[in-house]
């Protein structure tokens, strides 16, 4: 008679005697676990003891927008939609592709980042003095002792993602694999991690998450990623929320890069903030990257928005429905506020906040 083996019974016989099972599933009860919310470092966007990918061809200045969020981390300033700070915090920065004397420094310098809050990891040393450098795919585990001597990290920024895998970064058992050690880092030291990376080419056409360079490990693994992309035919960018599991994934910020001076007559680059954006991911990404062609209409889109706007301030989001109702395009609203020099004045905060559109 054959007999069953059921979880947590017994091995196969070995030499005709049974053995006890060594492992079986361990269980808990829904019951017995305590709800948490999600902690934030920037509330809707970076949130602690995650993994949050930032994504983006070249030229849209993801480096230089990651700084801007350092600076406001460690100096407690305002988040690129209005909403205050009220934690500053120390930041760990891995970058194979910048120096940290000429590109780093002073682009913190120029975002006014507190300085003293900011760390580089530069290398690795051992007992004796030895130096050597730096592996984030095999040396990340000397990250826990180095953040603990500095009081903890709220933020770690890894520029670029990729050099974290071991094996082939389309691979997802690679790619799986490499990044567990940075998700347990997170979830351990409550620490945000910020990684960087590319668009892989030809990918326009995709959803923006699935247009995340390497295996499709690297979105599913983080619990937000975030896009950044430069317009055609214009300075601005935008970054906005391509997927996340534990927040809205609607919206973005317009954003610059603009050139400065600092230290020594340096000259490096920093960010500047712009409105809000309302939308899905792929709708705004595709307004900025593929710009509308301009709609044939016998009435001027500024004077249409001049008259929408003759009565007072109005909600940019009610704005854009009444010049779309009127045949008119993103470009053309855009166009038209430029050239009106239109007022966008924010109210509220966060998830709250509104920006209303007025004439000079």
């Not at 008679?1 to 979880?7: E, G």
């Not at 300033?77 to 120390?90: A, L, M, V």
């Not at 599913?220 to 317009?231: E, G």
């Not at 927040?247 to 973005?252: A, F, I, L, V």
């Amino acid at each position: 008679m054959t007999s069953i083996l059921r979880l947590g019974d017994i091995h196969p016989a070995i030499d005709g005697k049974p053995t006890p099972q060594l492992w079986s599933a361990e269980l808990a009860s829904a019951a017995s676990i305590t709800p948490k919310s999600i902690s934030w470092l920037w509330p809707q966007w970076l949130a602690k003891g995650k993994l949050t990918i930032l994504a983006g061809a070249g030229g849209s200045g993801k480096t230089t927008l990651a700084i801007g969020l350092i600076s406001c981390l460690t100096r407690g300033g305002n988040w690129p939609d209005g909403s205050r700070c009220n934690e500053c915090g120390n930041a760990l920065i891995w970058s194979s592709e910048d120096d940290h004397a000429d590109t780093l420094v002073p682009r913190l310098i120029a975002a006014g980042a507190d300085l003293t809050r900011v760390h580089f990891i530069n290398g690795r040393i051992s007992a004796v003095g030895e130096r050597d450098t730096f592996d984030p795919a095999t040396n990340f585990d000397l990250l826990r002792e180095a953040s603990a001597r500095i009081g903890g990290v709220s933020l770690l920024l890894l520029d670029p993602m990729v050099s974290l895998v071991r094996g082939d970064m389309h691979k997802a058992n690679d790619v799986r694999r490499s990044l567990q050690v940075v998700v347990d880092f997170a979830e351990a030291h409550s620490c945000a991690v910020l990684g960087i990376t590319h668009f892989s080419k030809g990918s326009g056409a995709s959803s923006p998450a699935d247009r995340v360079i390497g295996s499709q490990a690297f979105s599913a693994l983080a619990r937000t990623v975030l896009v950044a992309a430069k317009s055609a035919d214009s300075d601005i960018r935008i970054l906005a929320r391509a997927k996340s599991n534990i927040s809205d994934d609607q919206g973005g910020v317009r954003y610059t890069i603009e050139a400065c001076t600092v230290t020594n007559d340096i000259e490096t680059t920093r960010v500047v903030w712009g409105e809000l954006v309302e939308g899905s991911a792929g709708d705004i990404l595709a307004e900025i990257e593929c710009p509308d062609v301009d709609a044939v209409s016998d009435d001027d889109p500024s004077e249409a928005l001049r008259r929408i706007l003759r009565d007072g301030p109005i909600s940019g989001k009610e704005v854009k429905r009444l010049m779309a109702e009127n045949g008119f395009t993103t470009k053309q609203t855009r166009t038209a506020r430029e050239k009106l020099n239109v007022i966008a004045s924010r109210e509220g905060f966060g998830r709250d906040m509104t920006t209303n559109w007025s004439m000079p």
